[in-house]
DNA sequence: AAATATAATGCAACCAAGTTGCTTAATTAA
DNA sequence: TTAATTAAGCAACTTGGTTGCATTATATTT
């Protein structure tokens, strides 16, 4: 299991996810939580949230590591899986709720798949 | 332009391309070329030939750099819009010929598709 | 075959993201 | 309230990638 105690620095983080409708990356939350709390326990922090399958990561366009919130996860299992959308201007990204299929490849086995989706979002348009 | 001038180092890289099958990622060609090249060598050429339409470059899961050869793309426009798969037991990186129509999402302008599978690789199942 | 112009390389210093080991503090349970 | 132990802080480190500038090598001109 993941996060065992709820501290002060756990709740500042869940408080982001929890009012951010888009993902945020590490090195934002850092800089916004310096002075707050240290790097290595934001980095820490959502290592164990994402064990509890309270958020999911994946990587940006840029091979920043960027995190939001599950819905309907647990510690057991990732469910949501899903493209994201990543603005080119504005440099927003958030979880697309479309699905898609996971393509079959010859000779491969397909575990996972990443689709990021780059472009202009509907406010940078 | 990118190349302009064929130098020993631009030769080497373009025969480690031309040679190899799979995507190399730019961490590996570094520690690859040492001894024979310096690694802002190997970043800034790798730059020029992709401007040259020669290499195209994406992010793996981890969100290295990675970099392969074209398939018919010029200096004017990459061409090849295909996933990549990544081998989680040999790491191994490759292109797929496999093409996908670009999703459309509503009320955004999608540029660009990053379509990476994760998974094991034919030699490792 | 020199001399020239300048593209490209080497080097060192730097930056940013992310990790590790260990000490100290805070939460939870007894 | 004490004790057990999770979690935070800190500093040092690693890795991927970038920048500025001096030097070298390529291609072109004479
Ligand atoms: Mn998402
Ligand atoms: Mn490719
Ligand atoms: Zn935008
Ligand atoms: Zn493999």
Redesign the interface.
């Known amino acids: 299991m993941g996060v065992t105690r709820q501290t002060k620095q756990v709740k500042t983080l869940l408080d982001i996810f929890n009012t951010e409708n888009n993902a945020i990356s590490v090195a934002d939350l850092v800089k916004k939580l310096s002075g707050q709390m240290n790097k290595t326990t934001v980095y820490r922090i959502l290592d164990r949230l994402m064990e509890d399958g309270i958020v999911h990561s994946f990587?940006?366009?840029?091979?920043?590591?960027w995190y939001a919130k599950c819905q309907g996860c647990s510690c057991d299992a990732h469910f949501d899986v899903h493209?994201h959308?990543q603005c080119?201007v504005c440099g927003e990204v958030s979880c697309?709720t479309?699905s898609?299929k996971?393509?079959e490849?010859k000779?491969?086995?397909?575990?996972?798949?990443?689709?990021?989706?780059?472009?202009?979002?509907?406010d940078c348009?």
Not at 108 to 116: I, S
């Open positions: 990587v940006g366009k840029n091979g920043l590591k493209p959308f080119k697309l479309s898609f996971i393509p490849v000779g491969y086995k397909v575990d996972a798949v990443n689709l990021l989706l780059v472009g202009t979002c509907s348009l």
